[in-house]
């Protein structure tokens, strides 16, 4: 039999630790070891239990919990699922408790509302047990964005018809950012599906356009597909691509969530698959679950040259992991080698 997961519960507010203890003692493998009132108590019992898993919430006295993260990280690496009101914190709070290495991140169980905690019981469990199996801070030491580390110009920008399409999920707002790192100002026109919720893409679609040479953006419907451009898929929509007259756009819509995630890869790359075809490109990043496996599996079939991150560089080996079930995969990369290969690829193909 397997080892439990050992959690240790950070939270304030005693209503929500015994919440979240509950959740967690109704799963046969998982077992609480600790609760902490404060970042204070929080690091005595970091170091005396060693847990599995921390959930930490950020609205702490004594010290917020993300200034608490970024100590940890240095001094005490955990696997850390940040549990907070996110409609109050924001989505700056958000973005910043991802730089500062939190794995996951969720919205704070209600403390009126019981049956809202059933329904999100199982939901948390799926999310911790995927958290207890990442790994802490892969990308960090292959983090290197900045003007040295931007590609040159590789005149990719005489077609208009080659194009990107790229799926992420846990893990993947860095892992972008080291894939974005690799590529050069005329980037070829690119298609991100980043699982996020709703009203933080925009946020961190902004944070990557102050840092690279080329235009990112949350994709609006009818977004031309541009060279020098990315469109990040908004968060609670869905992303295809359509052909109009000699350019290809965007259109974004609300349809059913697919494996149970909105915006999500598959809708984005079977339409890349079915209007772009030997044009494209496609790559799957680090991610919890199966999403982008087969639609990267029917861009391959279509005649699309495929990527996936390696499992050593994944924060979590999941949708990777399924692509390369299904056979989807012409190559398995390191995170940081992913760009480059692809910018060779177009080159090859731009040359033949």
């Known amino acids: 039999m397997s080892a439990k997961t050992r959690i240790l519960i950070v939270d304030d507010s005693a209503v929500i630790r015994k919440l979240l203890e509950k ?11 600790g609760t902490a009132a404060d970042p204070y108590i929080a690091r005595d019992k970091l170091v005396a239990l060693k847990p599995d898993v921390m959930t930490l919430d950020v609205e702490m006295p ?10 940890v990280m240095q001094h005490f690496p955990t696997r850390t699922i940040i549990f907070s009101s996110l409609a109050k914190t924001g989505s700056e709070t958000y973005l910043r408790a991802l730089e500062a290495g939190a794995i996951e991140i969720m919205e704070k ?3 009126d509302v019981s049956q809202s905690l059933e329904s999100l019981s199982q939901s948390i469990l799926e999310k911790v047990r995927a958290v207890a199996k990442a790994r802490i801070n892969p990308v960090k030491k292959l983090t290197t964005v900045g003007t040295a580390s931007r590609a040159p110009s590789t005149s990719l920008a005489r077609t208009t018809h080659q194009l990107i399409a790229v799926a992420s999920s846990t893990g993947g707002t860095e892992a972008l950012k080291v894939f974005l790192s690799g590529m050069p100002a005329d980037i070829p026109g690119t298609l991100v599906v980043q699982h996020m919720p709703s009203g933080f893409t925009k946020s961190f679609a902004d944070n990557l356009n102050a840092m690279f040479p080329f235009e990112v953006k949350e994709a609006q419907d009818g977004d031309q597909v541009l060279p020098g451009r990315v469109l990040i898929a908004p968060g609670n929509y ?5 052909r109009s007259g000699a350019f290809y756009s965007v259109k974004t819509h609300q349809g059913p969530a697919l494996h149970s995630v909105r915006p999500a890869a598959d809708y984005l790359m079977k339409s890349v698959a079915k209007y772009v075809g030997k044009n494209a490109l496609g790559v799957v990043l680090t991610g919890m679950g199966k999403d982008g496996a087969e639609g990267l599996l029917e861009m391959k079939n279509a005649g699309a040259y495929t990527v996936v991150q390696n499992e050593e560089t994944c924060v979590v080996y999941g949708m990777p992991a399924a692509a390369v079930a299904l056979g989807a995969a012409d190559k398995i990369l390191p995170l940081d080698k992913i760009a480059s290969d692809l910018l060779h690829q177009l080159e090859v193909r731009n040359a033949a």
Not at 23 to 33: R, W
Not at 62 to 71: A, N, P, Q, V
Not at 238 to 242: L, T, Y
Request: negative net charge; aromatic residues 6%.
């Open 23 to 33: 959740i967690f003692s109704s799963a046969p493998d998982m077992e609480v070891v």
């Open 109 to 111: 169980p209600s403390i």
């Open 62 to 71: 004594r010290m917020d919990g993300i200034s608490f993260l970024e100590k």
């Open 238 to 242: 869905h992303m295809e691509i359509v």
